[in-house]
């Protein structure tokens, strides 16, 4: 005897969400400051999943302030499940998405990540300004297992090959390689050759700097746990940080990604933040029924 199939299966979980994207690096954003939202890593992979969920390079979670000195917290999840503690494209999509969700009014927000806290200014053109901190370039606060700081670091790599990156930590680790031609690079090689490579405790993000003068460059970057992507903000105030130190790069500069551009700001001095504006979209709205 054949049974009949219930008409619908137990919800888990179920919970609206927005997608956004900022220069083609996309996220789905979920609003925790009513409603605690603690994702495990089956929920992220299905969530994640450009097939059989949303599809985004990474989650974002609006927390309400766990501090007093902050506006909102802000959570983000790579596709992998892990949480990491930045993501600037992801910073302007959240200055966005408080401000069209109504959770504040306020043009100039500060948001806590699980390693910095951000000032998010949204501009009279629609744009997003994100004060994403002072760029790290001690190993020990990267994190990179080095003796001590290095303008240039190396590390040969499990196929053989030897390459020569600069590194920046801004609240996540960052290599900079300079190559000719971003176009040409093995982003797809390299990158996740490096990410394993013992020198990176916590893996890397991996970005590839083509400099055309000096106040145009052009970058890939291959993001730990989501391969490579349209566009990395923390990963271009990197590449930018280092190739101020390098001198190839004035104080502002136009930083082409292949999702689109990035304008970074940053004076040198290294108690001084890197500023980036761009623009954040939003793409649409749903719920997500989770079903475990």
């Not at 606060?141 to 240039?152: E, F, K, Q, S």
């Not at 730990?224 to 502002?252: H, K, N, P």
């Amino acid at each position: 005897m054949t049974l009949p199939l219930p008409s619908r299966y137990p919800v888990s979980m179920d919970f609206a969400f927005t997608k956004m994207h900022g220069l083609g690096n996309d996220f789905v954003v979920v609003d925790a400051t009513r409603t605690p939202f603690e994702p495990d890593a089956a929920l992220l992979a299905r969530l994640t999943d450009r097939r059989f969920g949303v599809g985004c390079d990474q989650v974002l979670v609006v927390d309400p302030a766990p501090s007093p000195d902050v506006d909102f917290g802000y959570r983000i999840y790579n596709a992998d499940g892990a949480q990491v503690g930045q993501c600037g494209n992801g910073a302007r999509c959240l200055a966005r998405y408080i401000a069209e969700h109504g959770l504040s009014d306020k043009p100039s927000l500060r948001v806590r990540t699980r390693t910095a806290a951000l000032e998010l200014r949204q501009t009279e053109d629609g744009q997003v300004t994100v004060d994403m901190g002072a760029p790290r370039f001690a190993p020990a606060a990267i994190p990179l297992a080095a003796d001590a700081r290095a303008m240039h670091y190396d590390a040969v790599l499990a196929d053989g090959r030897t390459v020569r990156f600069g590194a920046a930590g801004m609240g996540n680790p960052h290599a900079v390689i300079l190559v000719d031609d971003v176009d040409s690079a093995d982003v797809a090689g390299i990158g996740p050759l490096l990410q394993q490579h013992p020198l990176w405790p916590e893996s890397v993000n991996v970005g590839f700097l083509q400099i055309i003068d000096r106040s145009h460059a052009r970058l890939r970057v291959h993001e730990r746990g989501s391969g490579e992507t349209l566009a990395c903000g923390s990963g271009a105030c990197a590449a930018f940080a280092v190739a101020r130190l390098w001198g190839l790069l004035d104080a502002r500069a136009e930083l082409a990604l292949r999702g689109g551009v990035l304008t970074l700001e940053w004076e040198g001095s290294e108690d001084r933040p890197v500023l980036m504006t761009g623009p954040a979209t939003t793409v649409f709205e749903g719920r997500f029924e989770w079903l475990n």
